[in-house]
């Protein structure tokens, strides 16, 4: 019933939308997490539980040193979730591409905020070579160079 409620009532409680947040991880989880409101979420950035740690990137108040803090929580989720924050700094996108956790180190290797010579580097590693070649940053050229060197040959236009 409380489900439904956060579901589907425009005047449910702030505090019930939070309560199912942080208990509810089924297909409408997303759903109950955009009607939270944003302001003030930052106050959930030390809350023991991840859920709630992530919420706190929602808040647009939240300062780009605690973006930075939640991008090296003991969380694998929490730590994804900083990656996905714009408000995180390319260096610290770039010391994601060491991260244990395959998933973090993937997309930091496809972050467009990682710098262009990490870019190439992550090319030419085996696990973020995949990843890297999604990365929109990687500029036409540049892939027309690496085709060039590994000899693969332009089609023709059409």
């Known amino acids: 019933?409380?489900?439904?409620?956060?579901?589907n009532h425009d005047d449910v409680p702030v505090e019930l939308l939070l309560e199912i947040w942080r208990e509810w991880e089924g297909l409408s989880q997303w759903q109950i997490r955009e009607r939270i409101p944003h302001e003030g979420l930052r106050r959930f950035a030390d809350n023991p539980?991840?859920?709630?740690?992530?919420l706190a990137l929602d808040d647009?108040?939240?300062?780009?040193?605690?973006v930075d803090k939640?991008?090296?929580?003991?969380?694998?989720?929490?730590?994804w979730c900083a990656l996905r924050d714009p408000r995180?700094?390319?260096d610290r996108v770039a010391e994601l591409l060491q991260d244990d956790n395959p998933n973090l180190h993937q997309?930091?290797?496809?972050?467009?905020?990682l710098p262009?010579?990490?870019?190439?580097?992550?090319?030419e590693e085996t696990r973020l070579a995949a990843a890297a070649a999604r990365n929109p940053a990687l500029l036409t050229h540049v892939m027309h160079e690496l085709l060039d060197r590994a000899g693969i040959a332009a089609q023709p236009d059409s």
């Not at 409380?2 to 579901?7: K, P």
């Not at 647009?60 to 605690?66: A, D, V």
């Not at 939640?70 to 730590?79: A, F, Q």
């Open 60 to 66: 647009p108040q939240t300062p780009p040193e605690l």
């Open 49 to 54: 539980h991840l859920r709630m740690r992530a």
């Open 70 to 79: 939640l991008s090296r929580d003991e969380e694998p989720w929490v730590r």
């Open 1 to 7: 019933m409380r489900l439904l409620l956060a579901e």
């Open 107 to 113: 997309d930091a290797a496809a972050d467009p905020r």
């Open 88 to 90: 995180l700094p390319p």
């Open 116 to 123: 262009l010579p990490l870019l190439l580097e992550a090319l």
